[in-house]
T-cell receptor
């Protein structure tokens, strides 16, 4: 079945550091790919998405590019802030299915 | 525009009891999905409803059930609660043909 693998955390960075969170997927067909963020005590917020190969999703300084050849969707940010501390989830959705398949999540802590 | 509203936010129940959780989707969103989030298993898909019909179901026992009303509001029910049912239950809604899913803040269920 479809699956998503994320780099294990936790990840701890200093403010203004560069962030990469790796995400690879296994899926039949051409899924849509998402990054969600979860702040403490909250639900999930959609951070960015990409629906086809070579698409780049971006939001709030975060970026991820849909790489079909490496089945990857790595999340990057050039300069993290303390307010970016949260858990980040990579997810996929196959066309025709309403089900989101999530990775295990990566906890990011940014220190001042 | 109001977001996805889940009630209650917190619940404490005793083993063997049953529980009903409620989700009000964003106005105009007809698809409602439910997910269970636990530290061990991560985010797992429970089921999805569209226009009062269950279209997809995850790999959960029959104790987990749901329904959707004509106004798109949804409820999920868990009967004969077990300690392992303790989790954050998240509801997400999506408009027909839309790409993104909007999540509620969740209901934190504790079974004692």
């Amino acid at each position: 079945g479809d699956s998503v693998t994320q780099m294990e955390g936790p990840v701890t960075l200093s403010e203004e550091a560069f962030l990469t969170i790796n995400c690879t997927y296994t899926a039949t067909g051409y899924p849509s790919l998402f990054w969600y963020v979860q702040y403490p005590g909250e639900g999930l917020q959609l951070l960015l998405k990409a629906t086809k190969a070579d698409d780049k999703g971006s939001n709030k300084g975060f970026e991820a590019t849909y790489r079909k050849e490496t089945t990857s969707f790595h999340l990057e940010k050039g300069s993290v802030q303390v307010s970016d501390s949260a858990v980040y989830f990579c997810a996929l959705n196959q066309g025709g299915s309403e089900k989101l398949v999530f990775g295990k999540g990566t906890k990011l802590t940014v220190n001042p | 525009k109001a977001g996805v509203t889940q009630t209650p936010r917190y619940l404490i129940k005793t083993r063997g009891q049953q529980v009903t959780l409620s989700c009000s989707p964003i106005s105009g969103h007809r698809s409602v999905s439910w997910y269970q989030q636990t530290p061990g298993q991560g985010l797992q898909f429970l089921f999805e409803y569209f226009s009062e019909t269950q279209r997809n179901k995850g790999n959960f026992p029959g104790r987990f059930s749901g329904r959707q009303f004509s106004n798109s509001r949804s409820e999920m029910n868990v009967s004969t609660l077990e300690l392992g049912d303790s989790a954050l239950y998240l509801c997400a809604s999506r408009e027909a043909g839309g790409e993104g899913y909007t999540f509620g803040s969740g209901t934190r269920l504790t079974v004692v």
